[in-house]
């Protein structure tokens, strides 16, 4: 089983900035695809971001594009989020995801494995 462990959540104010970590733990191949998802109260989880490491392929959102970036670390396991100029409306639970397939995609049913979740709170 792969285990996903996500941390860096908090709440900042419009035009600040944070960075989510989400390691990687298990029996996971060399080959594989993860994505970060969020969820506002009473909306549905939307992909943000996915990244194809083996494959140097990343995704981003339009409403993030530009202002957010991932990337994994292969030396620690590591899948991170960086998150600059945030808004208001990305206030939300952000989930980190994987496959053991590829390409990634943006449909959460597509993923297996989940971490547990980090808030994210922007004010303005």
């Known amino acids: 089983q792969v285990q996903l462990v996500e941390s860096g959540g908090g709440s ?15 029996d996971a191949t060399t080959s594989f695809c993860m994505a970060w998802f969020r969820q506002a109260p009473g909306k549905e989880r939307e992909g943000v971001a996915n990244i194809w490491p083996d494959a140097g392929r990343i995704h981003y959102a339009d409403s993030v594009h530009g202002r957010f970036t991932t990337s994994f670390d292969s030396a620690k396991n590591t899948l991170y989020l960086q998150m600059n100029n945030l808004r208001f409306e990305d206030t939300a639970t952000y989930y980190c995801a994987a496959r053991l397939s590829w390409p990634c995609t943006t449909t959460k049913d597509d993923y297996k494995y989940w971490g547990q979740g980090t808030q994210v709170t922007v004010s303005s």
Not at 12 to 21: I, K, P
């Open 12 to 26: 900042v104010q419009s035009g600040g900035s944070l960075r989510l970590s989400c390691a990687v733990t298990g």
